[in-house]
């Protein structure tokens, strides 16, 4: 019998029914992962602040050591090492995760280009919402920038680590952040029960709850970015896009708080 011509209908029938379709991860599953992934990142980050405590030494009472983990967890150089060493525990995380079902880093988190307009239309979209916010704050009195954040920036600048606290908050952070929500957890909600709408809601809440450093106002605007960018991962299919943008929004975020802070 004749082998089969490579090129024939039939010979890429059998070749593509010979592999399995990578599988995803579903509602309980990614849940399940992503708590896994959490608490990578939150080991990963835990492990700088142990670090410091260890270098300062002195009493272990219980006053002393309280003290000297509030100095420790509002300082800018060690806020920013621990966003810096949470980016590999995170990816080490989601690739045990994703391996386990057999499917392509890169096409499981959706790192695929993106279109200018995407771009232009995300760039736009998240300008008005945050000017929005901010007229909103001015309206009622609130303060532009969140006290957190110019606590962080004058003890990073003390410390001389200005440079660290920008690769901090405006690469490191993104990339973690919108590969575990935007990337992982929305690729096995969007593909469960909850469906796209579903996905992107839930991952935008498990995304305002990374940061709760922030009073309720600001996590609302939190929230409503990141139903933005849930959007934007959806439509442009690239997480690469989500990052860019909340690389960006960190980046102003970390401007205006240097101008802030310097007047």
Known sequence: ??????ASPIAAAIETT???????????????????????MFVGQLAVVGWFLFRQGGSIDQESFSEAVTTVVSNGLTISLSVITGLPAVLAALWVAIRIKRARFADYLALRSFSWSDLAIGV?????LVMAW?????????EVEPGFM????????DDGAIWLLVLAFCVAAPITEEFFARGFLYR??????????????LS???????????????LGEVFSIGLLLGYLRYRSN??????????????????????????
């Open 238 to 263: 690239s997480i690469w896009l989500t990052i860019i943008l909340h690389g960006l929004n960190n980046l102003a975020a970390v401007v205006q708080t240097i101008l802030l802070t310097s007047s």
């Open 150 to 157: 110019g606590d962080v920036l004058k003890t990073a600048r």
């Open 124 to 128: 736009v979209a998240l300008f008005v």
């Open 188 to 201: 096995g909600w969007s593909e469960s029960f909850l469906r796209v709408p579903g996905a992107i809601v």
């Open 204 to 218: 935008s809440l498990v995304w305002t709850g990374l940061h709760l450093q922030y009073n309720w106002y600001f």
């Open 134 to 142: 901010d007229a909103l704050s001015r309206a009622t009195g609130r």
């Open 18 to 40: 010979s592999e399995p379709a990578p599988r995803v991860w579903k509602f309980w599953g990614t849940t399940f992962w992503g708590f896994v992934i959490f608490a990578a």
């Open 1 to 6: 019998m004749d082998t089969l011509d490579p």
